[in-house]
């Protein structure tokens, strides 16, 4: 472990946050975080507290008395200090809510089953890193991943809590070499150069899957370090099985994507941490990660091992491998034991999500963009499928200038009148009007 202090005139003092909602008002805090969080006035957060309370009591208890009795108590202590409590049900059902309405997400079939960790006693860093270190093993158990979410601490009314820095727990390295040439995860040069200034050792030799310990701020916006144990990971060899020579470029993966810089937003209450963890779909592997060129920009190399010519005139080389790439993600993953899902399954996995959420009376929130699949997009059934993001509450989010810009409570859902329908259209752009940085 290793601990820098990031204040740039090395004090420790407790960070100052905002003291109200918009531009003028508030005090700009130092931290990185603060920067980050959705800047809501006072009524926002009533609005989204009454919205997610009453969301809460219709899909499970549907108990009037005692959602009105809720209702009072929630509005009061906003009233006094700008914050409540969520009860450990309300926890777990707005994490669950919150991966349902997550536009970005293919894999949202099953967001009910998503097993919630209340984790908003951990408050000191090693306490944090200890727990993260147990979701991870927890999620891997024998192969069969667990889609789980462990919630620490929220933002109270001055007070940022302890969170999560790296973007994923279990990352790889990546080098900038003397040659000029690059070595590992493009995606995280910078990150390599901040954890091996802090202390950390890389391999000698390195690789190209190296991994990287993951960062955790404390409540003073200082940057610890912290080694993931082998026995927290598994890494699957990537293989083919009529291409034995693929096996020579030594291909590799980590079986548990668990997501870690994203901010969890119920009921107008933010939780920065909150890492979270599903399974991978095999192209987000085999089309992405390691064929981006951002990323590891492996479709040359791993063509040449397959036969193909990637120099020649035929464009095709491009197709053949990747389908070669994601056929052979398919079999390391299966041939290991470990959970994964391919990309038509997925999409079709989304379909049955979709129907199943119209007929209960839900519009889904989604982006063309990032559910439709990398490999073989337009035989996917959710190529042709209209997509709206709505951008509703609960959701995840990284950055209240981008994807947490627009989020809000959503009525769509209800029977409103054609007035009502415009009132709630001019409210949310009136809304959306205040948050930009005018």
């Known amino acids: ?51 997610f309370i009453k969301l809460f009591f219709s899909e499970t208890s549907n108990d009037q008395r005692l959602m009105k009795h809720r209702l009072a108590e929630v509005s009061r202590a906003l009233r006094k200090s700008n914050h409540y409590e969520h009860t450990a049900e309300e926890l777990a059902f707005g994490a669950r809510v919150a991966w349902r309405n997550h536009s970005r997400c293919i894999g949202r079939r099953f967001w009910s089953s998503l097993e919630v960790f209340d984790c908003r006693g ?12 147990q979701h991870m093993k927890d999620a891997l158990g024998d192969g069969k991943i667990r889609s789980m979410i462990s919630v620490f601490a929220p933002v109270s009314a001055d007070r940022l809590p302890v969170y999560v820095e790296s973007p994923q727990i279990h990352q790889y390295a990546g080098y900038s070499l003397s040659d000029s040439s690059f070595l590992g995860d493009r995606q995280n040069a910078d990150l390599t150069r901040v954890v091996c200034n802090m202390g950390h050792k890389p391999p000698d030799p390195r690789s190209a899957f190296d991994t990287l310990p993951f960062i955790l701020r404390d409540t003073k916006d200082r940057r610890i370090i912290y080694e ?52 991978y779909m095999s192209s987000e592997i085999a089309s992405r990660n390691l064929a ?14 397959i036969g193909e010519n990637p120099e020649g005139s035929d464009p095709f080389w491009v197709d053949r491998t990747l389908t070669v790439l994601n056929e052979s993600v398919c079999s390391s993953f299966s041939s290991a034991g470990v959970t994964f899902v391919d990309h038509h399954s997925a999409s079709e996995q989304f379909i049955d999500f979709h129907k199943d959420e119209q007929s209960r009376g839900r519009r889904v929130a989604a982006r063309w963009d990032w559910v439709v699949p990398p490999q073989a997009s337009a035989a996917c059934p959710v190529f042709h499928l209209p997509m709206e993001d709505h951008h509703p509450v609960p959701n995840f989010y990284r950055n209240r200038g981008s994807d947490g810009l627009k989020l809000m409570p959503y009525y769509g859902d209800n029977y409103l009148s054609r007035l009502g329908r415009n009132r709630d259209r001019v409210w949310r752009l009136l809304k959306l009007w205040r948050r930009y940085p005018w």
């Open 292 to 305: 981006d060129i951002r990323r590891y920009n492996l479709l040359p190399e791993v063509a040449r091992s």
């Open 1 to 51: 472990m290793a601990i820098i202090d990031f204040h740039r005139d090395g004090s420790s003092q407790p960070l100052q946050f905002w003291k109200s909602a918009y531009r003028d008002d508030y005090v700009t805090a130092t931290s990185p975080l603060a920067r980050r969080l959705r800047r809501l006035s006072p009524g926002e957060r009533q609005e989204e507290a009454r919205a």
């Open 122 to 133: 951990l408050t000191e860093p090693d306490d944090v890193a200890s727990r993260i270190v």
């Open 228 to 279: 993931l144990p082998e026995s927290a990971t598994k890494e699957i060899r990537i293989t083919h099985p009529n291409y034995p020579s693929l096996e020579q470029l030594n291909l590799r993966w980590y079986a548990v994507p668990c997501v870690s810089d994203m901010i969890l937003s119920i009921g107008g209450i933010e939780y920065p941490c909150a890492p979270f963890n599903g399974y």
